[in-house]
Nanobody, 126 residues
Framework: QAQLVESGGGLVQPGGSLRLSCAAS????????LGWFRQAPGKEREFVAA????????FYADSMKGRFTISKDRAKSTLHLQMNSLKPEDTAVYYC???????????????????WGQGTQVTVSS
């Protein structure tokens, strides 16, 4: 059974940065896609970014490009999300997720991910 554990959330001022981490364990993630989603109060879960665990391929929501960077450390089995120039509208619970065999056109579909972490709160406020 796979386990995904997020960390790194917190309170940050507008314009600040945070780096989220997701420790992945319990199975091999070769040929899987690992990604980040977020959910703000009263809103639907939203795709942020994803990457293929083996090989290349990174994917971003258009609104995140240029501010957020997804990366992976396969030796430590950890996924990261570097978030810069944070805005109040980035306030949400951020979730790590893993999905098997996703094609590029499906990486933003939350229903296609089999495993989810418990989430980490990010609050952007002065």
């Amino acid at each position: 059974q796979a386990q995904l554990v997020e960390s790194g959330g917190g309170l940050v001022q507008p314009g600040g940065s945070l780096r989220l981490s997701c420790a992945a364990s319990g199975r091999s993630f070769a040929n899987w896609v690992l990604g980040w989603f977020r959910q703000a109060p009263g809103k639907e879960r939203e795709f942020v970014a994803a990457t293929r665990w083996s090989g290349g391929g990174t994917f971003y929501a258009d609104s995140m490009k240029g501010r957020f960077t997804i990366s992976k450390d396969r030796a430590k089995s950890t996924l990261h999300l570097q978030m810069n120039s944070l805005k109040p509208e980035d306030t949400a619970v951020y979730y790590c997720a893993a999905g098997s065999g996703l094609i590029a056109g499906r990486v933003s579909w939350a229903d296609d991910y089999a495993y989810w972490g418990q989430g980490t709160q990010v609050t952007v406020s002065s």
